[in-house]
T-cell receptor, first 116, second 110 residues
Framework: EADIYQTPRYLVIGTGKKITLECSQT?????MYWYQQDPGMELHLIHY???????EKGDLSSESTVSRIRTEHFPLTLESARPSHTSQYLC???????????????FGQGTRLTVV | GEDVEQSLFLSVREGDSSVINCTYT??????LYWYKQEPGAGLQLLTY?????DMKQDQRLTVLLNKKDKHLSLRIADTQTGDSAIYFC??????????FGAGTRLAVHP
């Protein structure tokens, strides 16, 4: 079983509020990712990190920001939530194996965010 | 950029075999993955195949890789109702990012 945790599982919040979605992994993985997924739809990479103090934007533009101060922790923040941010947010981590490429990505259970 | 394509829906009868297909454009991936997502949950790794392999079998799951055609498939033997889920094909894209297909929704009916 994967040791990657996301909190909260569900969040309903009003427009304009600041929110932080938490993601922690205990596997010591260098790489971490945030994906956004609408129900039943494909995953879109919005942020990723190669390690501490590394953050990169993904393929889908997002108004959220991330930080990576510790290896195990990769929180995602929305400064001012809007209804268009309503979605499921999935966090994942993997380990780089050099020329053999990454290990598989382990996923958290996801945070389902609703902005009203 | 990299592109991964899957058919969106598949419906099979319980006990039959399911075959989920995936095509991709980036041939440099070292590993190719199949993930399963049940409603309201995260993604669970089902199986993966190393790029120098043609086939991998794991109990009811068989993965076939055709590198020439850039085609990956997942066969589920004796499909059960518990196999109903969305199945995602994924590969390591540029900068070792995982690139996912749109997912195939498998419906298993009696």
């Amino acid at each position: 079983e994967a040791d990657i945790y996301q909190t909260p599982r569900y969040l309903v919040i009003g427009t304009g509020k600041k929110i932080t979605l938490e993601c922690s992994q205990t596997m010591g993985h260098d790489k971490m990712y945030w994906y956004q997924q609408d129900p039943g739809m494909e995953l879109h990479l919005i942020h990723y990190s190669y390690g501490v103090n590394s953050t990169e934007k993904g393929d889908l533009s997002s108004e959220s920001t991330v930080s990576r101060i510790r290896t195990e922790h990769f929180p995602l923040t929305l400064e001012s939530a809007r209804p268009s941010h309503t979605s499921q947010y999935l966090c994942a981590s993997s380990e780089y194996r050099g020329t053999q490429g990454d290990t598989e990505a382990f996923f958290g259970q996801g945070t389902r965010l609703t902005v009203v | 950029g990299e592109d991964v394509e899957q058919s969106l829906f598949l419906s099979v009868r319980e006990g039959d075999s399911s075959v989920i297909n995936c095509t991709y454009t980036d041939s440099s991936s070292t590993y190719l993955y199949w993930y399963k997502q049940e409603p309201g949950a995260g993604l669970q790794l089902l199986t993966y195949i190393f790029s120098n392999m043609d086939m991998k079998q794991d109990q009811r799951l068989t993965v076939l890789l055709n590198k020439k055609d850039k085609h990956l498939s997942l066969r589920i033997a004796d499909t059960q109702t518990g196999d109903s889920a969305i199945y995602f094909c994924a590969l390591s894209g540029g900068y070792n990012k995982l690139i996912f297909g749109a997912g195939t929704r498998l419906a298993v009916h009696p």
